[in-house]
Protein backbone atom coordinates (compact mmCIF):
# COMPACT_ATOMS: atom_id res chain seq x y z
CA UNK A 1 0.00 0.00 0.00
CA UNK A 2 2.61 2.75 0.99
CA UNK A 3 5.04 1.47 -1.74
CA UNK A 4 1.72 1.97 -4.40
CA UNK A 5 1.79 5.17 -3.12
CA UNK A 6 4.77 6.44 -3.28
CA UNK A 7 5.91 4.96 -6.83
CA UNK A 8 2.36 6.80 -7.47
CA UNK A 9 3.38 10.01 -6.36
CA UNK A 10 -0.56 10.25 -5.25
CA UNK A 11 0.59 13.76 -3.51
CA UNK A 12 -1.04 17.28 -5.39
CA UNK A 13 1.13 19.13 -7.10
CA UNK A 14 0.67 22.11 -4.75
CA UNK A 15 0.80 20.23 -1.35
CA UNK A 16 4.09 19.20 -2.79
CA UNK A 17 4.70 22.94 -3.06
CA UNK A 18 3.41 23.88 0.23
CA UNK A 19 5.00 21.00 2.60
CA UNK A 20 8.50 21.86 0.74
CA UNK A 21 8.59 25.49 1.63
CA UNK A 22 7.14 24.53 4.79
CA UNK A 23 10.03 22.13 4.91
CA UNK A 24 12.28 24.85 4.20
CA UNK A 25 11.31 26.89 6.15
CA UNK A 26 11.12 24.58 9.46
CA UNK A 27 14.93 23.66 8.57
CA UNK A 28 16.14 27.26 8.46
CA UNK A 29 14.48 28.00 11.54
CA UNK A 30 16.36 25.04 13.12
CA UNK A 31 19.93 25.60 12.42
CA UNK A 32 19.03 29.52 12.90
CA UNK A 33 18.18 28.06 16.37
CA UNK A 34 21.04 26.08 16.84
CA UNK A 35 23.48 28.89 15.57
CA UNK A 36 22.46 31.39 17.75
CA UNK A 37 22.68 28.68 20.77
CA UNK A 38 25.86 27.99 20.27
CA UNK A 39 26.98 31.57 19.15
CA UNK A 40 25.98 32.23 23.01
CA UNK A 41 27.41 29.56 24.04
CA UNK A 42 30.58 30.43 22.81
CA UNK A 43 31.00 33.71 24.74
CA UNK A 44 30.97 32.07 28.03
CA UNK A 45 33.94 32.86 29.45
CA UNK A 46 36.14 29.38 30.13
CA UNK A 47 37.76 30.98 33.63
CA UNK A 48 37.17 33.40 35.88
CA UNK A 49 39.94 34.65 37.64
CA UNK A 50 39.60 36.72 41.31
CA UNK A 51 41.74 39.59 41.13
CA UNK A 52 41.48 39.74 45.09
CA UNK A 53 41.60 36.48 46.15
CA UNK A 54 38.08 36.62 47.92
CA UNK A 55 37.55 33.61 49.69
CA UNK A 56 33.98 33.87 51.87
CA UNK A 57 32.80 31.60 53.44
CA UNK A 58 30.20 28.87 51.92
CA UNK A 59 27.86 26.77 52.80
CA UNK A 60 27.15 23.42 50.92
CA UNK A 61 23.90 22.06 50.66
CA UNK A 62 22.34 19.03 49.17
CA UNK A 63 19.08 17.51 50.07
CA UNK A 64 19.04 13.54 49.99
CA UNK A 65 16.32 10.69 50.28
CA UNK A 66 17.22 7.26 50.29
CA UNK A 67 20.58 7.95 48.79
CA UNK A 68 22.76 5.68 50.88
CA UNK A 69 25.33 4.31 48.55
CA UNK A 70 25.17 7.77 46.54
CA UNK A 71 26.54 8.79 49.86
CA UNK A 72 29.04 6.83 50.49
CA UNK A 73 30.59 6.96 47.22
CA UNK A 74 30.06 10.96 46.76
CA UNK A 75 30.19 12.63 49.48
CA UNK A 76 33.23 12.50 50.60
CA UNK A 77 33.99 13.73 47.24
CA UNK A 78 32.33 16.98 48.20
CA UNK A 79 34.24 17.15 51.83
CA UNK A 80 37.41 16.54 50.18
CA UNK A 81 37.83 20.13 48.22
CA UNK A 82 40.22 22.66 48.22
CA UNK A 83 38.96 25.48 50.15
CA UNK A 84 40.15 26.90 53.44
CA UNK A 85 36.01 27.81 54.68
CA UNK A 86 32.99 25.99 54.06
CA UNK A 87 30.75 23.93 55.51
CA UNK A 88 28.34 20.51 54.12
CA UNK A 89 24.91 20.60 55.53
CA UNK A 90 23.65 17.47 54.51
CA UNK A 91 19.58 17.40 55.02
CA UNK A 92 18.38 13.75 55.42
CA UNK A 93 14.69 14.08 54.31
CA UNK A 94 13.12 11.02 55.87
CA UNK A 95 15.25 7.71 54.43
CA UNK A 96 13.86 4.63 55.10
CA UNK A 97 17.49 3.25 54.02
CA UNK A 98 20.73 3.43 56.04
CA UNK A 99 21.56 6.95 54.43
CA UNK A 100 21.08 8.91 58.10
CA UNK A 101 23.98 6.38 60.01
CA UNK A 102 26.14 6.45 56.45
CA UNK A 103 26.37 10.46 56.98
CA UNK A 104 26.67 10.05 60.14
CA UNK A 105 29.66 7.81 59.87
CA UNK A 106 31.31 11.08 58.12
CA UNK A 107 31.19 13.37 60.81
CA UNK A 108 34.32 11.48 62.99
CA UNK A 109 36.43 12.92 59.88
CA UNK A 110 34.70 15.80 58.75
CA UNK A 111 34.17 18.88 61.42
CA UNK A 112 32.18 20.96 58.61
CA UNK A 113 29.71 18.47 57.76
CA UNK A 114 26.37 19.38 59.35
CA UNK A 115 23.58 16.79 59.11
CA UNK A 116 19.90 17.31 59.22
CA UNK A 117 17.44 14.74 59.83
CA UNK A 118 13.48 15.04 58.73
CA UNK A 119 11.18 12.88 60.60
CA UNK A 120 8.61 13.01 58.04
CA UNK A 121 9.08 13.84 54.10
CA UNK A 122 7.36 17.42 53.04
CA UNK A 123 9.48 17.35 49.65
CA UNK A 124 12.81 18.64 48.47
CA UNK A 125 12.27 22.32 49.07
CA UNK A 126 11.01 21.66 52.89
CA UNK A 127 14.54 19.99 52.85
CA UNK A 128 16.30 22.56 51.30
CA UNK A 129 14.68 25.54 53.11
CA UNK A 130 15.95 23.53 55.96
CA UNK A 131 19.28 23.65 54.80
CA UNK A 132 19.25 27.05 53.90
CA UNK A 133 18.09 28.47 57.06
CA UNK A 134 20.89 26.07 58.74
CA UNK A 135 23.54 27.61 56.63
CA UNK A 136 26.02 30.43 58.38
CA UNK A 137 27.26 31.46 54.91
CA UNK A 138 25.80 33.65 52.44
CA UNK A 139 26.66 31.95 50.02
CA UNK A 140 24.93 28.77 49.04
CA UNK A 141 26.03 26.30 46.70
CA UNK A 142 24.09 23.61 45.59
CA UNK A 143 24.58 20.16 44.56
CA UNK A 144 22.61 16.41 44.64
CA UNK A 145 23.57 13.44 47.00
CA UNK A 146 23.91 11.35 43.66
CA UNK A 147 26.44 13.96 42.32
CA UNK A 148 30.03 14.60 42.84
CA UNK A 149 32.08 17.69 41.79
CA UNK A 150 34.80 17.15 38.85
CA UNK A 151 37.26 19.25 40.31
CA UNK A 152 39.11 19.44 43.38
CA UNK A 153 38.99 23.11 42.91
CA UNK A 154 35.34 23.19 42.17
CA UNK A 155 34.16 25.23 45.44
CA UNK A 156 37.04 27.93 44.56
CA UNK A 157 35.83 27.89 41.06
CA UNK A 158 32.54 28.62 41.66
CA UNK A 159 33.00 31.61 43.96
CA UNK A 160 35.16 33.17 41.46
CA UNK A 161 32.25 32.88 38.69
CA UNK A 162 30.31 34.89 41.25
CA UNK A 163 32.15 37.92 40.58
CA UNK A 164 30.15 40.63 41.89
CA UNK A 165 27.29 38.81 41.30
CA UNK A 166 24.76 36.90 43.10
CA UNK A 167 24.17 33.43 40.99
CA UNK A 168 26.22 31.44 38.91
CA UNK A 169 24.59 28.37 36.82
CA UNK A 170 26.57 25.02 36.57
CA UNK A 171 26.74 22.19 34.32
CA UNK A 172 25.69 19.37 35.79
CA UNK A 173 26.68 16.95 33.71
CA UNK A 174 25.80 12.91 33.57
CA UNK A 175 28.79 10.15 33.94
CA UNK A 176 28.80 8.47 30.39
CA UNK A 177 28.19 4.93 30.38
CA UNK A 178 27.85 2.25 27.56
CA UNK A 179 23.68 1.92 27.46
CA UNK A 180 21.14 3.69 25.36
CA UNK A 181 19.49 5.11 28.03
CA UNK A 182 23.15 6.60 29.54
CA UNK A 183 23.83 7.94 25.75
CA UNK A 184 20.49 9.50 25.64
CA UNK A 185 20.59 11.07 29.16
CA UNK A 186 23.94 12.77 28.27
CA UNK A 187 22.81 13.48 24.75
CA UNK A 188 19.57 15.28 26.13
CA UNK A 189 21.67 16.97 28.99
CA UNK A 190 23.86 18.35 26.55
CA UNK A 191 20.92 19.66 24.41
CA UNK A 192 18.96 21.36 27.41
CA UNK A 193 22.11 22.85 28.50
CA UNK A 194 23.41 24.44 25.13
CA UNK A 195 19.84 26.40 25.66
CA UNK A 196 19.39 27.65 29.45
CA UNK A 197 23.45 28.65 29.51
CA UNK A 198 22.84 30.55 25.99
CA UNK A 199 19.75 31.89 27.09
CA UNK A 200 21.24 33.11 29.84
CA UNK A 201 24.14 34.59 28.52
CA UNK A 202 21.69 36.28 26.62
CA UNK A 203 20.52 37.83 29.58
CA UNK A 204 17.25 35.73 29.44
CA UNK A 205 18.31 33.55 32.45
CA UNK A 206 15.18 31.23 33.18
CA UNK A 207 16.68 27.82 34.80
CA UNK A 208 19.57 26.36 36.36
CA UNK A 209 20.18 22.73 37.99
CA UNK A 210 20.10 22.00 41.63
CA UNK A 211 23.12 19.53 40.71
CA UNK A 212 25.18 22.71 40.11
CA UNK A 213 24.10 26.05 41.58
CA UNK A 214 25.20 28.94 43.73
CA UNK A 215 22.88 31.58 44.91
CA UNK A 216 23.56 34.32 47.85
CA UNK A 217 21.30 33.65 51.04
CA UNK A 218 19.99 37.19 50.66
CA UNK A 219 18.70 36.56 47.36
CA UNK A 220 16.96 33.84 48.26
CA UNK A 221 15.28 35.77 51.36
CA UNK A 222 14.32 38.52 49.18
CA UNK A 223 11.89 36.74 47.40
CA UNK A 224 10.88 34.65 50.55
CA UNK A 225 12.58 31.13 49.52
CA UNK A 226 10.27 28.82 47.21
CA UNK A 227 6.74 30.42 48.36
CA UNK A 228 5.91 31.38 45.36
CA UNK A 229 5.65 28.06 43.44
CA UNK A 230 5.97 25.71 46.78
CA UNK A 231 2.67 23.83 46.04
CA UNK A 232 4.89 22.45 43.18
CA UNK A 233 7.51 19.30 44.11
CA UNK A 234 10.02 20.34 41.50
CA UNK A 235 11.70 23.97 40.80
CA UNK A 236 13.68 24.30 43.56
CA UNK A 237 16.47 24.99 40.18
CA UNK A 238 14.35 26.68 37.53
CA UNK A 239 11.43 28.14 38.80
CA UNK A 240 13.51 29.78 41.49
CA UNK A 241 16.26 30.62 38.74
CA UNK A 242 13.44 32.31 36.60
CA UNK A 243 11.78 34.45 39.43
CA UNK A 244 15.38 35.98 40.75
CA UNK A 245 17.77 36.30 37.76
CA UNK A 246 18.39 38.53 34.85
CA UNK A 247 20.83 39.86 32.36
CA UNK A 248 22.54 41.81 35.24
CA UNK A 249 23.05 39.54 38.52
CA UNK A 250 23.83 36.22 36.56
CA UNK A 251 27.05 34.50 35.70
CA UNK A 252 27.60 31.30 34.29
CA UNK A 253 30.49 28.87 33.90
CA UNK A 254 31.12 25.32 32.01
CA UNK A 255 34.34 24.35 32.10
CA UNK A 256 35.92 21.07 34.20
CA UNK A 257 36.72 23.08 37.44
CA UNK A 258 33.10 24.28 37.43
CA UNK A 259 31.35 21.20 36.48
CA UNK A 260 29.92 18.00 38.75
CA UNK A 261 28.80 14.61 37.55
CA UNK A 262 26.22 12.54 38.19
CA UNK A 263 24.67 9.06 38.38
CA UNK A 264 22.32 8.34 35.09
CA UNK A 265 19.10 6.49 35.46
CA UNK A 266 19.17 2.94 34.40
CA UNK A 267 15.73 2.50 32.09
CA UNK A 268 13.94 4.66 29.84
CA UNK A 269 10.41 3.70 32.19
CA UNK A 270 12.80 5.38 35.22
CA UNK A 271 13.79 8.51 32.73
CA UNK A 272 10.63 9.06 31.50
CA UNK A 273 9.03 9.23 35.28
CA UNK A 274 11.81 11.97 35.97
CA UNK A 275 11.61 14.00 33.39
CA UNK A 276 7.53 14.18 34.24
CA UNK A 277 8.62 15.47 37.32
CA UNK A 278 10.78 18.31 36.32
CA UNK A 279 8.09 19.68 32.97
CA UNK A 280 5.54 19.74 35.90
CA UNK A 281 7.08 23.14 36.54
CA UNK A 282 6.81 24.09 32.97
CA UNK A 283 3.02 25.75 33.16
CA UNK A 284 4.84 27.93 35.02
CA UNK A 285 7.23 29.63 32.88
CA UNK A 286 7.73 33.23 31.39
CA UNK A 287 6.04 33.15 27.68
CA UNK A 288 9.81 33.50 26.88
CA UNK A 289 11.13 30.71 28.40
CA UNK A 290 8.20 28.63 27.25
CA UNK A 291 8.78 29.05 23.48
CA UNK A 292 12.68 29.01 23.56
CA UNK A 293 12.85 25.27 25.60
CA UNK A 294 10.15 24.18 23.27
CA UNK A 295 11.12 25.40 19.86
CA UNK A 296 13.78 22.91 18.90
CA UNK A 297 11.78 20.07 20.07
CA UNK A 298 8.74 21.04 18.48
CA UNK A 299 10.38 22.12 15.33
CA UNK A 300 12.21 19.29 15.33
CA UNK A 301 9.25 16.90 14.98
CA UNK A 302 7.35 18.99 12.39
CA UNK A 303 10.13 18.66 10.23
CA UNK A 304 10.21 14.95 10.34
CA UNK A 305 6.96 15.14 10.27
CA UNK A 306 6.59 17.14 7.01
CA UNK A 307 9.53 14.86 5.92
CA UNK A 308 7.62 11.52 6.12
CA UNK A 309 4.86 13.38 3.96
CA UNK A 310 7.03 14.43 1.38
CA UNK A 311 9.01 10.53 1.25
CA UNK A 312 5.58 9.51 0.82
CA UNK A 313 4.64 11.92 -2.29
CA UNK A 314 7.88 11.02 -3.73
CA UNK A 315 9.77 13.73 -2.74
CA UNK A 316 12.90 11.26 -1.85
CA UNK A 317 15.74 13.28 -3.12
CA UNK A 318 14.53 16.93 -1.91
CA UNK A 319 13.65 15.35 1.73
CA UNK A 320 16.42 12.89 2.21
CA UNK A 321 19.07 15.53 1.46
CA UNK A 322 17.62 18.25 3.49
CA UNK A 323 17.99 15.58 6.49
CA UNK A 324 21.20 15.23 5.86
CA UNK A 325 22.13 18.51 5.34
CA UNK A 326 20.08 19.56 8.99
CA UNK A 327 21.88 17.06 10.83
CA UNK A 328 25.37 17.10 9.46
CA UNK A 329 25.17 20.73 10.42
CA UNK A 330 23.81 20.37 13.80
CA UNK A 331 26.78 17.93 14.67
CA UNK A 332 29.16 20.57 13.46
CA UNK A 333 27.61 24.04 14.89
CA UNK A 334 28.05 21.99 18.55
CA UNK A 335 31.25 20.15 17.61
CA UNK A 336 33.02 22.60 20.00
CA UNK A 337 30.39 22.77 22.57
CA UNK A 338 30.25 18.70 23.03
CA UNK A 339 33.89 19.04 23.38
CA UNK A 340 33.51 21.90 26.40
CA UNK A 341 31.10 20.09 28.06
CA UNK A 342 32.16 16.48 27.65
CA UNK A 343 29.38 14.99 25.61
CA UNK A 344 31.15 12.15 24.24
CA UNK A 345 27.73 11.03 21.70
CA UNK A 346 28.90 9.64 18.50
CA UNK A 347 28.13 10.70 15.55
CA UNK A 348 25.22 7.41 14.67
CA UNK A 349 24.14 7.81 18.34
CA UNK A 350 23.53 11.82 17.49
CA UNK A 351 21.46 10.59 14.45
CA UNK A 352 19.40 7.96 16.75
CA UNK A 353 19.06 10.57 19.34
CA UNK A 354 17.83 13.52 17.09
CA UNK A 355 15.04 11.06 15.91
CA UNK A 356 14.06 9.43 19.15
CA UNK A 357 14.24 12.78 21.22
CA UNK A 358 10.28 13.61 20.27
CA UNK A 359 9.31 10.24 20.09
CA UNK A 360 10.31 10.45 23.90
CA UNK A 361 9.03 13.88 24.81
CA UNK A 362 5.82 13.14 23.68
CA UNK A 363 5.83 10.07 25.70
CA UNK A 364 6.90 12.11 28.66
CA UNK A 365 3.88 14.68 28.41
CA UNK A 366 1.28 11.70 27.80
CA UNK A 367 3.13 10.04 31.30
CA UNK A 368 2.96 13.14 32.78
CA UNK A 369 -1.42 13.97 31.85
CA UNK A 370 -2.44 10.90 32.24
CA UNK A 371 -0.37 7.90 33.36
CA UNK A 372 2.22 9.05 35.86
CA UNK A 373 1.78 12.00 38.93
CA UNK A 374 5.07 11.79 40.96
CA UNK A 375 4.19 12.36 44.72
CA UNK A 376 7.93 11.92 46.20
CA UNK A 377 11.07 13.45 44.78
Sequence with gaps: MISTLIYNNWMPEILVLVFSALFI????????????????????????KSENEYRPQVSVIIAARNEEQNLRLFLPKV????????????????????????????????????????????????????GILKAKSEYLLFIDA????????????????INEKDI?????????????????????????????????????PYMGVGRNLLYKKSVW??????????EILSG??????????NANNTSTCITNEYQTMSVPVKTIKELVRQKSRHISTAHRYSIFASIFTTFDIV????????????????????????IILRILLLYLIAWDRRKTLNSKISFHYFILFDIFAPIFYFAVVISNRFIIKAKTW
Design 299 to 322: SRSLFYLIAILLLLGGQWIFALSL
Design 236 to 245: DDDLFISEVA
Design 146 to 161: YCYPVSENWISSMVNA
Design 168 to 204: VLGYGGFKYENTFTSKFVNYDTFQIAIQYFSAARFGK
Design 79 to 130: LNKKYDDFEVILVNDASTDSSKLVAEAFTKDYRNLIIINIAESNGKKNALKK
Design 221 to 230: EKVGGFESHN
Design 25 to 48: IVFIGQIAFSVFNNFNFSKIPKKY
